[in-house]
């Protein structure tokens, strides 16, 4: 079987001969134009340059040596785009003229019952004619389809994390002064003494991030590939042109032109699991992004949710920016991954996770940076913002580990000396109802600001003694919006962002 490079620079030839012919044919009855096969040639040419498909075979680049451990997947890329030469050489018959495009017609339901709607039913009962063009183009963006979920297959069987894997790299080594003082600057509560070690950490993490995202962007220096439309038909062997501008110049948009941005971060370092990749995963049809739009809105926190006048304006470009035209797939400009998105929320809540915006907030914790919010706040309730119930006696908790034990042993020595003391604390551990919101690290005004709020509003915060508390849900949106913002630093700001702005209306 030919290698994947050969197959793909025919399938692109393909393709841009079956446009260009649309651009110049002269007959008023073509039943596909050119628009709508340079769209699913700007796709096809997005998935090759994103996986590395033009590596020669015996490049350690190339899909054939990447892949040699799974060679089912292989094989289904092959099948694939043997499939679409096999179309576009049909349809490229047609729209030259070699041809006559068959047709059918799609008879309508012909039952005879109607529900008194004439016109309607009428509309309903005329037949529809079924051509060849149409349905060969159908097959075309299909096969694309089934290209790009190939894609993320192949990088979801990875076995290694790569945010892991760029930390473990010392050549992207980056002084965190810089950005510990960020954090102090941003948030004066962080600024204090007492609050050096969260300061370091909040800042490390920033500086963390900076490793990760130039770990990737050089990845994608070294191995992308500019295939240009405009190129001669027969010149495709010369489609390594050129480097792209590099993230660290900033977040441009992209042009809509029929360029491609292709790239991948797979090199011959990357290994695969082919255990990991099962046949329903090379054949499911639900492409979309995993994450259900349903889902509570504490997902992400209102910091990112709609918030025009958020950090995350500056920082995080929106879907129509990166789109092309009415292609459905972006390339993430962080991650270098091609994705589809259902909307904003679904985008930058991969764009958190990818850069893992969430650390735990607590002294003596050396749990690792977290991509998801839920994930995040669960491990700070079940480990850190917690209180010590007794079983033994209604109504008393202890919010300090050490009166509960005391009381225990002074109470309950029975329980305590056969059980001791960790079994004794893990009995008592149960997450907080009600969080002070003076507990916010970062912030000192966030009660008067609910306050304020609450005077003009139905909903007020709870009140222990002298205390404003509110529900971990809220709290949890909050801090994350602290840490949102702090997060978003590590990103450069887009060449047509204005000044950072202040968002305390984003941390409500």
Not at 263 to 270: E, L, P, Q, R
Not at 277 to 301: C, V
Not at 342 to 355: G, L, M, P, Q, T
Not at 438 to 460: F, H, I, K, N, Y
């Amino acid at each position: 079987m030919s290698p994947v490079a050969d197959q793909c620079r025919t399938c692109i030839n393909n393709l841009k001969s079956i446009s260009a012919t649309l651009e110049t044919s002269e007959r008023n009855d073509e039943r596909v134009g050119s628009v709508q096969v340079n769209e699913e040639l700007d796709r096809f040419s997005l998935w090759v340059g994103n996986i590395g498909a033009l590596h020669p075979p015996e490049s350690l680049l190339s899909l054939e040596k990447r892949l040699h451990s799974a060679e089912d997947v292989l094989s289904h890329i092959l099948e694939l785009l043997g499939d679409l030469k096999e179309v576009t050489d049909e349809l490229f018959e047609i729209v030259s003229g070699h041809r006559e495009g068959r047709t059918s017609l799609a008879l309508s339901d012909s039952t005879g019952l109607t529900d008194g709607n004439d016109e309607e039913d009428d509309m309903e009962g005329e037949d529809k004619e079924l051509n060849e063009e149409t349905e060969l183009l159908e097959q075309i963006t299909s096969s694309i389809t089934r290209l790009f979920r190939i894609s993320g297959v192949i990088r979801q069987a990875a076995p290694t994390d790569v945010f892991t894997k760029a930390l473990s790299r010392n050549r992207y080594r980056f002084n965190d002064q810089f950005d510990v003082a960020h954090v102090g600057e941003k948030f004066p509560k962080l600024s204090l003494p007492e609050s050096a070690w969260l300061r370091k950490r909040l800042g490390r993490a920033i500086t963390q991030r900076r490793h990760y995202l130039s770990y990737i962007q050089d990845h994608r220096d070294r191995l992308e590939v500019l295939l240009s439309h405009d190129e001669n038909l027969e010149a495709t062997d010369e489609a390594v042109k050129s480097v792209l501008p590099s993230l660290v110049g900033g977040l441009k948009k992209p042009q809509d032109s029929a360029s491609t941005r292709p790239s991948t971060f797979f090199t011959k370092a990357t290994s695969l699991a082919p255990d990991r990749i099962t046949p329903q995963m090379l054949t499911a049809e639900d492409e979309s992004d995993p994450d259900n739009d349903a889902r509570s809105y504490t997902t992400i926190s209102r910091s990112v949710d709609g918030d025009p006048d958020s950090a995350t304006a500056t920082r995080i470009p929106k879907l129509e920016e990166l789109r092309t035209g009415k292609r459905k797939e972006i390339e993430c400009p962080f991650c270098f991954r091609m994705k589809k998105f259902k909307n904003e929320r679904a985008w930058k809540r991969h764009v958190f996770s990818d850069i893992k915006v969430y650390v735990c907030t607590f002294s003596g914790c050396d749990s690792p940076l977290f991509g998801d919010i839920n994930q995040w706040f669960r491990h700070e309730l079940e480990n850190h913002r917690v209180e010590y119930a007794c079983r033994l006696c209604k109504g008393k908790s202890y919010q300090l580990q050490e009166r509960y034990i005391a009381h225990t042993r002074r109470q309950h020595p029975e329980v305590y000396q056969s059980g001791g003391e960790n079994a004794v604390l893990e009995m008592g551990r149960k997450p907080l109802d009600q969080i002070p919101v003076q507990d916010c690290p970062c912030c000192t005004d966030w009660a008067d600001r609910l306050t304020m709020r609450a005077e003009s509003q139905v909903w007020s915060p709870q009140k222990l003694g002298n205390i404003t508390t509110v529900f971990p849900t809220y709290f949890k949106r909050h801090l994350a919006s602290h840490l949102e913002q702090l997060a978003l630093f590590a990103i450069p700001v887009g060449s047509a962002s204005g000044d950072e702005v202040k968002s305390n209306a984003a941390v409500e």
